[in-house]
């Protein structure tokens, strides 16, 4: 005869493991989903995406005097959608700068497992972002999700170059008034220099005006001195020829 009862104990031991397992394994799932949710985003709420969203959803409300209610301009969507995208850029652009230096510092030891959680977790909103507008865009016109990307791209550049553009002009004023100052400064200084240098510049003429003077009178002296040997010369050849007469 077979022994049930020898053949139901294993079964039973294998029941209760599987069991256990199930329970630990969704527990498990469960705990981690409440601890990612509780993390705090890597990016801020998306407002550019709230602002689509609300067009798309708004109920026209018409007056009461009017038969047909107004609609959200097609035209207007589709801006708010390329908003929409030009904000996916700049996080894209964010996740990938991030990513290579985080996975390092990860490796180090330097920052902890939550905020490499929220980083995939964004990472992987970010996804499902990019899927969105690719499919909002096709609704609006085939094979537009392909290219609403680079329009984005090239808007979101200008809209940075302008920016820096505006930065500059705003630094203009302020770099107008330094070097104003700047100026009035070496002028100051230089002014200074030469008030200072002037008793020397005096004291210097002063000298060479009084050089010369002796110099006149030792020449007048010389002058003096030759004079009288001429003279002298002549009484003596005087004398000569008396005595040879």
Known sequence: MVNWLGLLLPFAYLSILVGSLATFSSLYRKRKIAKSASLTPWFPPHLQRNIYLSLLHLEPA??????????????????????????????????????????????????????????????????????????????????????????????????????????????????????EQRRAAIQSDFMKELDGGAPEVAEKQQQKVSIPGDKVASDEDTVLIEGGGPTAGGKGSAKKRKGKK
Do not use: C, Y
């Not at 392909?146 to 200008?158: D, G, K, L, P, R």
């Open 62 to 179: 018409g007056e009461p005097g009017q038969e047909k209610a107004v609609a959200v301009p097609e035209s207007v969507l589709k801006a708010a959608l390329i908003r929409r995208a030009m904000e996916d850029i700049h996080r894209i652009m964010q996740v990938r700068s991030a990513k290579q230096a985080l996975s390092s510092l990860l490796q180090r030891g330097s920052v902890g497992d939550d905020l490499w959680q929220r980083f995939l977790r964004a990472e992987r909103e970010m996804e499902e972002e990019l899927r969105d507008v690719v499919t909002e865009a096709n609704a609006f016109a085939p094979n537009w999700g392909q290219t609403i990307f680079q329009s984005a791209n090239e808007m979101a550049a200008n809209a940075l170059l302008r920016k820096r553009i505006e930065e500059m002009q705003a630094q203009t004023t302020s770099e107008k008034e330094w070097w």
